[in-house]
């Protein structure tokens, strides 16, 4: 058989199996039961909340580590057995002082407050060595209303100018003035955390204000400032290994 022959032969036999499996209607291509087969679904838009972590930064220094504090003493001593000696004349210059020219001396103020001592987590006034972070109970995005939970402050996007824009918004209810109380870091999300049916981002904010008083507490059942190391006493472990990395 020529070449050409076989050719013809196996467009023929082509020809028989499209039309057995009904992609051919008498010449016309592929039938409409077949395009409406290719035809892609419509996609639902994928919704998007922004969240806030307020921080209030800390108000004294941490204790010194218990290696930096050995490394001080060490560098004392080691500066005192090699220092520059002065006569006692020099040194003893400090008793030629007047009367009047007496030291203040000054007593600092304790660092372990009332609310450490009652555990008060409502309160700014607790943990002056650490960072602590403004939480909600209530209904957060996604959930029934029958299953609050602990979250941070969150507003769905509904087409603010942007992502920030719509996380200052989820302040206003609670926040009498956003602008002077609290401090957006930059424009983008400082985290990102995509769940089932819709994506979270977080928005870095810092406290300007001692107090904060909040609005409306009645939009959540209760609200806490905590640290780092307390968040996974309000979320699960999952979620709170995440956020913990991100607060670092």
């Known amino acids: 058989m020529g070449v050409g022959?076989?050719?013809?032969?196996?467009?023929f036999s082509l020809w028989r199996r499209l039309a057995a499996g009904g992609l051919l209607q008498y010449g016309k291509g592929i039938s409409k039961g077949a395009t409406r087969g290719l035809s892609s679904p419509a996609v639902e838009e994928e919704k998007i909340v922004a969240a806030v972590v307020v921080e209030r930064l800390p108000v004294v220094?941490?204790?010194?580590?218990?290696?930096?504090?050995a490394f001080k003493s060490?560098?004392?001593?080691w500066q005192q057995q090699y220092r520059r000696h002065y006569p006692q004349e020099f040194l003893d210059a400090s008793s030629n002082r007047g009367e009047d020219d007496e030291i203040g001396v000054y007593e600092p103020a304790p660092t372990v407050t009332e609310a450490?001592?009652?555990n008060d987590r409502r309160s700014l006034q607790r943990a002056y060595e650490k960072r602590l972070y403004l939480i909600v109970r209530g209904v957060?995005?996604?959930k029934k209303r029958g299953e609050p939970a602990w979250h941070f402050p969150e507003k769905e996007y509904a087409k603010e100018p942007s992502l920030r824009q719509c996380a200052e918004l989820a302040l206003g209810p609670i926040v009498e003035d956003v602008p002077k109380s609290v401090y957006f870091v930059g424009n983008a999300p400082c985290g990102y955390l995509p769940l089932e049916s819709f994506k979270r981002f977080f928005f870095k904010s810092q406290l300007l204000v001692n107090e904060l008083p909040l609005d409306d507490v009645r939009k959540y059942k209760d609200y806490a400032w905590v640290s780092k190391d307390e968040i996974p006493d309000y979320f699960q472990p999952a979620e709170a290994e995440y956020l913990k990395k991100m607060l670092q």
């Open 5 to 11: 022959k076989q050719m013809s032969h196996l467009g």
């Open 61 to 69: 220094l941490p204790p010194v580590p218990p290696a930096v504090s």
């Open 74 to 77: 060490f560098s004392f001593e």
């Open 116 to 118: 450490d001592q009652t």
């Open 140 to 142: 957060p995005f996604g």
